[in-house]
Each structure stands twice: as C-alpha cells, then as structure tokens.
C-alpha cells in the first residue's frame, strides 16, 4: 500500500513538472517568435528609410525606393503561420493580389515571405477574430483578416491600412495595430501592438 501511494504521488509530482515545463515552453516560442516579429518591422523600416532597391523589383515613372511593408493576413492556415515583406510599386498602400506574386512579376511586389518560429501564428484558428486588434486614435477601429504596415521614406511614420482594396475600401486612418500571435498548442499568447508614431511594444 505504502509502495502504490508512492508510486501515485510520483507519477502526479511528474505529471505537474511535465505540464510546467509544457506550458513555459509555449510562452518561450511565443515570446521568441513576437522579438522575431518586431525584428522583420524594423529591418522593414531601416530598408525602406535607407532607399535599398530590391533586386527583382522594377521601377517607372513616380515610383522609387523607399515603399517598403509589412502584410500580415490571419484568413487562412497557409498565410497566418508568417509574414510578407513586399515592395509597394504603384503606392497603394497595401501589397497588391494579397501578396502571392513575387516582385519581378508585373503587378507582383512581394520580396519574401518569413515564417514564424515555433509553429506560431497570428490569431486561432482560420478566419479568427482574435488576430488582430486595430485603433483609431483610443478608439477600437473595424477588425479585418489582411493588414498593410507600411513604412515611406523619408517620413519615419508608419502606415496601417485595413483590407484588401480590390474587395473593400482600404481604410489608412487607424492609429495602432495589435497583432495577436498564438503558440501552436494554443495555450500562450504574445501580443504586439504597432504605432503609427514608430513605437512597437510587446509584454517583454
């Protein structure tokens, strides 16, 4: 009897520890992945304030260097596990067929596509609502699957846009964008909020 009351209280002390240990290393690849994320914003942000031209990218008439963005979109399992660098070409102010073409095709501006580390990803579950947390000023602004964050130079602001212009109006008037990433077990959460002032913070 003493041998069984042992044994159950080991194999509960061990079930504990396991689950500890699970659950830290949810919130670990969560946190690993949001620095990851603020990382691709800056170097975003130093790309587009430095001119770089990207190789693949074709300039015309009006454009030139220095339109340089993020797009994030949460609206399937294929694209809410990543991000989207993307080269605004024609200034639109959103990456143009939802980022699927490269940048050396005509109307295509995407430059790389980056996946986040851990199998995190932006939101639960397709088509979640949880992915995102945009702002208006203090005020919570109409939520939406696909985010521009867009950095021009020389100004050092930064612009977020909502939707995909070719099914919606694209709306550029908001003042923050949260961006809620999961771990894959969807037990830890690590959120990121982006201002148009330049600032990013995160729960660091």
């Not at 947390?133 to 020389?154: C, D, H, M, Q, Y």
């Amino acid at each position: 009897m003493e041998l069984m009351v042992t044994m159950f209280f080991l194999i509960l002390m061990s079930t504990i520890v396991i689950s500890r240990y699970s659950a830290a290393q949810s919130v670990q690849k969560a946190r690993l992945a949001g620095n990851e994320l603020v990382s691709m914003f800056r170097r975003a942000q130093s790309d587009a304030l430095s001119g770089k031209i990207f190789q693949g990218c074709t300039f015309s008439g009006g454009q030139k260097a220095g339109n340089v963005g993020v797009f994030l979109n949460a609206a399937m399992p294929t694209t809410r596990n990543g991000v989207t660098v993307f080269y605004d070409k024609d200034s639109s102010r959103h990456c143009n067929n939802s980022c699927t073409d490269d940048c050396g095709i005509l109307t295509g501006e995407k430059i790389e596509r980056k996946s986040l580390p851990g199998g995190v990803t932006i939101g639960l579950g397709t088509g979640s609502a949880n992915a995102f947390a945009p702002k208006r000023g203090t005020i919570s602004g109409v939520n939406s699957l696909e985010w521009s964050v867009l950095f021009t130079a020389p100004d050092p602001r930064i612009t977020i846009c909502r939707g995909s212009y070719l099914l919606e109006p694209l709306q550029c008037d908001y003042t923050s964008l949260t961006i809620n990433l999961y771990s894959a077990d969807g037990t830890a959460f690590f959120p990121i909020t982006i201002h148009t002032s330049g600032r990013i913070d995160t729960m660091d």
